[in-house]
């Protein structure tokens, strides 16, 4: 299995681990319990460990002085690919801007490019038990993983193997406008990332892959937003190339009597 250095296209302040540790945490009100960056970070690692998968690289962001955190995971495949690997994101907040979650997805290795297949919300926002109740919710997250590894196995080589004319490229630009893939402001950029792709591994076929990489290059950017766009993008690719998968995974959250407790 390659290793690669993930790297974080968020804007965000690329941080070692240990800064993760060292945020304060805000103080707590009757309705809201933040969780630390750490608490969740190490949780994650923890249960993908027990469950048989080495995380092989990491890289960790913060932004808005510490108060929003995400960090990236890459698992071992369980495959010698040497083309892309599993990745797990972990986001958290301590302004209430979002809910503590994770995006499962990939990482293509030649170009460092993400993939979310979609975001599992761990809780409907941070309640008085989301520490006690975390476990069970990573645990059941990260239980997906495995069907998660087969999906984008079998999606990835349809996409190699899918050609794609210039014709249908361009409608398939189009129709991800209305997907809300990328704004048309990207339009310019997209083109001539599939015309003239910035790594020579995508020049030599037009296939649905080459096309696929020339859109998570534009995507590049607030990595926040990428799980909803890349779940967008996968629908699109994988309807033009007659793939049928099982739909993304519903969130994770605690049980409603649970999550309003106290």
């Known amino acids: 299995m390659r290793q690669s250095n993930l790297i974080l296209h968020c804007g965000a302040a690329k941080v070692e681990r240990q800064q993760v540790y060292d945020v304060r945490i805000p103080p707590r009100t009757k309705s809201w319990v933040p969780v630390a960056h750490g608490v969740i970070l190490d949780e ?3 249960v993908l460990r027990g469950n048989g998968l080495d995380v092989v690289s990491e890289a960790h962001g913060l932004t808005r002085d510490g108060a929003r955190y995400f ?30 979650a994770l ?30 109740d975390l476990p069970q919710l990573v645990n059941r997250a990260v239980s997906m993983l495995t069907n ?11 996409y190699q193997r899918t050609e794609v004319s210039e014709a249908q490229a361009h409608d398939l630009i189009i129709k991800s406008l209305d997907a ?8 310019p ?14 020049r030599e076929n037009r ?18 937003e990428l799980p909803k766009r890349c779940e967008a993008l996968h629908g699109l690719m994988d309807g033009a190339c007659g793939l049928i998968v099982p739909t993304a995974p519903c969130p994770v959250e605690a049980e409603p009597m649970i999550a309003q407790a106290g």
């Open 207 to 224: 296939t649905a892959w080459r096309l696929f990489n020339a859109f998570t290059e534009i995507l590049k950017g607030r990595l926040t």
């Open 189 to 202: 950029d997209l083109l001539k990332q599939w015309r003239e792709p910035n790594h020579p591994e995508f």
């Open 148 to 158: 998660l590894r087969e999906t984008q196995e079998r999606r990835f080589l349809t």
């Open 180 to 187: 809300q893939v990328v704004p048309v402001t990207k339009i």
């Open 44 to 46: 994650v690692q923890n």
């Open 103 to 132: 995006a499962l997805g990939a990482s293509v290795f030649v170009c460092d490019n993400l993939s979310f297949s979609g975001e599992i919300k761990l809780a409907r926002k941070h309640t008085a038990y989301i520490q006690r």
């Open 71 to 100: 960090g990236l995971l890459q698992v071992a495949n369980g495959h010698e690919r040497d083309d892309w690997g599993l990745v797990v994101g972990i986001r958290n907040s301590h302004d209430k801007s979002f809910p503590a």
